[in-house]
Structures are given as structure tokens and as C-alpha cells.
T-cell receptor
Framework: DTGVSQNPRHKITKRGQNVTFRCDPI?????LYWYRQTLGQGPEFLTY????????KSRLLSDRFSAERPKGSFSTLEIQRTEQGDSAMYLC??????????FGSGTRLTVV | QKEVEQDPGPLSVPEGAIVSLNCTYS??????FMWYRQYSRKGPELLMY????GNKEDGRFTAQVDKSSKYISLFIRDSQPSDSATYLC????????????FGTGTRLQVFP
């Protein structure tokens, strides 16, 4: 197993465009988390899934953000009508209940 | 006031020094306490986790939790240049059952 995989590693987009990121968790992990990290700050929780069910969403996740985890495997995070304030590192993590998080290397989004 | 406070540094020490990293928190519901290491352009990597108050040692790393003071520490003995990274404290109400609240991270540089 190669760990948590995130694609793309870096995305540059124009303001107003939609972007989608993908996360492939460790295969046997049932929980999947999305965090956002801006420069000089710690990661901030966005949302998490247990299997295919989205169990919690942060207030940071505005209506322009949507996350899915079809069939409880990979997950996608979509941002519609991107704004410059969306520029950040988007981190995905997965876990098997009780075993602790493993983070991916993140997708760095730059909105110009 | 943030739930978790962490001095951002940077902290610069010579190789072989003992490093002390600290966080304070305000939410008495936190039960699990973690330290992550993050290299530039990488995702956080779990170093240590502890439950409730007490000490935990793993090689050159020792984590301490004092719930009465709402204060946690990470000590690194015999620091190495390869320890140069950002160290993030994180905490939650339950291991892997809830979102993590992170500190801002402390940037550590160990020079030869």
C-alpha cells in the first residue's frame, strides 16, 4: 500500500472556475477526512466520511464546496466559482477506526 | 481566542540540543493529544499520540500532557538536522472518532 494519494499535486486556476480534487485513501481505511491549510497555519477541518456517509461538515465548507465519497472508496472535493481566498493546501487523510490518521501530501490550489 | 495556541517560532537550535515544543488549549473536552511533523510541501506525519495526562516516549521523542494546566509538550533529544520541519500539535475529543484541532505549528531548524 502506498499510503494516501492526492491528485493533482498542484492546481492553478482562474477566479470563477470550478476545480475538483481527488483523494485515494489507504484501501482498508473506512474514514476519510478533508482539511485545508493556509500558509503559516495548521490544518483546519472541512469534512469527514465514514464509508460513503458524510458525517460532519465544517462551517468553513460554504455552499461552493462539495465533497463526495461514492461507494466508500476514493473521495472528490469540488470547489465551484473559485475565489482568491480559496488558495490553500487541501489535505486528505484516512484512518481505520481507532488507528489514527494518515495524511496525503495534499493538493496546492492557487487561484489567480 | 483560539482553542489551541502554539508559538509559531521559528526555533533555531544547534545539532544535539534538546528541543522543547509546547501548546496550550482551552477546551477541557480534549482527551487525545498528538504531535505531527510536516516537511515543506508534504502532508503532516503522525509522531506521537497520548491519551489524557501523562508521558509517552518513543526513541528521541517524549510527549507530555498536563490536563490540569491544559498544556502539552514535545521534547526532542539529540536533535538532528533532519528534524528540521514544522511541528504541529493536534487534539480531539476521541482518537480517530472526531475532527482534529491543530495548532499553528512551530517551525524548527536544527543547524549542524
Amino acid at each position: 500500500d502506498t499510503g494516501v494519494s492526492q491528485n493533482p499535486r498542484h492546481k492553478i486556476t482562474k477566479r470563477g472556475q470550478n476545480v475538483t480534487f481527488r483523494c485515494d485513501p489507504i484501501s482498508e481505511h473506512n474514514r476519510l477526512y478533508w482539511y485545508r491549510q493556509t500558509l503559516g497555519q495548521g490544518p483546519e477541518f472541512l469534512t469527514y466520511f465514514q464509508n460513503e456517509a458524510q458525517l460532519e461538515k465544517s462551517r468553513l465548507l460554504s455552499d461552493r464546496f462539495s465533497a463526495e465519497r461514492p461507494k466508500g472508496s476514493f473521495s472528490t472535493l469540488e470547489i465551484q466559482r473559485t475565489e482568491q481566498g480559496d488558495s490553500a493546501m487541501y489535505l486528505c487523510a484516512s484512518s481505520l477506526s481507532g488507528s489514527g490518521y494518515t495524511f496525503g501530501s495534499g493538493t496546492r490550489l492557487t487561484v489567480v | 481566542q483560539k482553542e489551541v495556541e502554539q508559538d509559531p517560532g521559528p526555533l533555531s537550535v544547534p545539532e544535539g540540543a534538546i528541543v522543547s515544543l509546547n501548546c496550550t488549549y482551552s477546551n477541557s473536552a480534549f482527551q487525545y493529544f498528538m504531535w505531527y511533523r510536516q516537511y515543506s510541501r508534504k502532508g503532516p506525519e503522525l509522531l506521537m499520540y497520548t491519551y489524557s495526562s501523562g508521558n509517552k516516549e518513543d526513541g528521541r521523542f517524549t510527549a507530555q500532557v498536563d490536563k490540569s494546566s491544559k498544556y502539552i509538550s514535545l521534547f526532542i533529544r539529540d536533535s538532528q538536522p533532519s528534524d528540521s520541519a514544522t511541528y504541529l500539535c493536534a487534539m480531539s475529543g476521541g482518537i480517530d472518532t472526531d475532527k482534529l484541532i491543530f495548532g499553528t505549528g512551530t517551525r524548527l531548524q536544527v543547524f549542524p
